[in-house]
């Protein structure tokens, strides 16, 4: 069965650091990639997917993921963090149509 | 554009008692889902439609879970009777989904739901 795994339970960063979120899936053939972000009271939104094509995907707010097919990792960043980053990440792979997801990494960005 | 629409955002009933939740998707979207996330984890997929047909429901406990989607367009989830172990935030989203091409699940508010 697929499944996903996020490392990083909680990450506490100063605003201006840089930020990096592991994400590690486990299934052989081919996947689509997402990562969602759910701000304090908000609903679950896109960041950004991977389909096909350039491995360095680009989202919404400065955010960019890579996939590495031989690492199985499709790891979230952004170089500099603000106040508003502060959410939930929660990454999800698609193996057919169904979305699995990671259990999510908490963000908090001091200011 | 309107996006997905649930209601209500939170319910508390007792053990035992029905509840029901509803979900209006985004206009067009002809593929309708139900996720269920328990506190400090991922949503994980109940049901699927695509138009008015479940087409993956093998998650979805038939016990005491039931859900419709009539006329293709909205939908309701059912817990009957509820169990303590069923508080958690109950996620409805949609997607276009032409011809099973995955495509991006856009998720409404949630409904919260707590069983004392």
């Known amino acids: 069965a697929q499944s996903v795994s996020q490392h990083n339970h909680h990450v506490i960063l100063s605003e201006a650091a840089s930020l990096e979120l592991g994400c590690n899936y486990s299934?052989?053939?081919?996947?689509?990639l997402f990562w969602y972000v759910q701000y304090p009271g908000q609903h679950l939104q896109l960041l950004l997917k991977?389909?096909?094509?350039?491995?360095l995907v680009k989202g919404i707010k400065g955010f960019e993921a890579e996939f590495i097919k031989s690492k199985f990792s499709f790891n979230l960043r952004k170089p500099s963090v603000q106040w508003s980053d502060t959410a939930e990440y929660f990454c999800?792979?698609?193996?057919?149509?169904?979305?699995?997801f990671g259990k999510g990494t908490t963000l908090s960005v001091s200011s | 554009e309107a996006g997905v629409v649930q209601s209500p955002r939170y319910k508390i009933i007792e053990k035992k008692q029905p509840v029901a939740f509803w979900c209006n998707p985004i206009?067009?979207?002809?593929?309708l889902y139900w996720y269920r996330q328990n506190l400090g984890q991922g949503p994980e997929l109940l049901i699927r439609?695509?138009?008015?047909?479940?087409?993956?429901d093998s998650q979805l406990p038939k016990d005491r879970f039931s859900a419709e989607r009539l006329k293709g367009v909205d939908s309701t989830l059912k817990i009957q009777p509820a169990e303590l172990g069923d508080s958690a935030v109950y996620l409805c989203a949609s997607s276009l989904d032409p011809s099973g091409r995955v495509e991006t699940q856009y998720f409404g508010p949630g409904t919260r739901l707590l069983v004392l």
């Open positions: 206009s067009g979207h002809n593929t």
């Open positions: 991977y389909f096909s094509g350039d491995p």
């Open positions: 999800a792979v698609t193996a057919g149509t169904a979305l699995i």
């Open positions: 439609y695509e138009n008015e047909e479940a087409v993956d």
């Open positions: 299934y052989g053939g081919t996947v689509n």
